[in-house]
């Protein structure tokens, strides 16, 4: 048997909401125990998409360097061309989260140089750099149960 982080974390959960909460007689500790399950709950669903939501949202963030690095000129192409070409080689979620913080810092600084910029192709890069983000907020997007 191969216990599964989220597995743990998400009976761990229904443990603490469900038993331990109820059973606790300080309004305080009720809602703490319901605070760390729900916190459980989340480390879960973030163990088992982590990666899968960082290399998705990484590669986006390429994909549009790659496609506006030929419209752009200078240091501004240089940094934003060589940005479209990494990959990501290790993939433990610290890893992951440099890289993307990198990215999303270089996509920021593209989308302000592309709002200044009036030609076609600066906006059809906007439109792409606010539907990345958009995608990348929903694919991190958590549902709570139903209680």
């Known amino acids: 048997m191969r216990p599964e ?15 331990i909460a109820p059973n606790l007689n300080a309004t305080y500790s009720t809602g703490s125990a319901s605070v760390v399950g729900l916190l459980m709950y ?3 669903i973030e163990y088992e998409r982590g990666a899968d939501v960082r290399v998705k949202e990484n590669e986006a963030f390429r994909a549009i360097f790659r496609d506006a ?21 290790v993939l433990t979620i610290s890893a992951l989260n440099v890289t993307n913080d990198g990215l999303r810092e270089l996509l920021i600084e593209l989308h302000a140089h592309v709002e200044e910029v009036e030609d076609s192709w600066a906006r059809d890069t906007e439109h792409a750099i606010l539907k990345a983000l958009n995608d990348s907020g929903q694919m991190r997007k958590i549902e709570l149960p139903a209680l």
């Not at 982080?5 to 038993?19: H, R, Y």
């Not at 690095?69 to 080689?89: F, Y």
Request: proline share 3%.
């Open 69 to 89: 690095t030929p419209n752009l000129t200078g240091d501004l192409q240089n940094r934003i061309g060589s940005a479209g070409h990494g990959t990501d080689d």
């Open 42 to 44: 989340c480390a879960g």
């Open 5 to 19: 982080a989220n597995d743990l974390l998400n009976g761990g959960f229904g443990t603490m909401l469900m038993e």
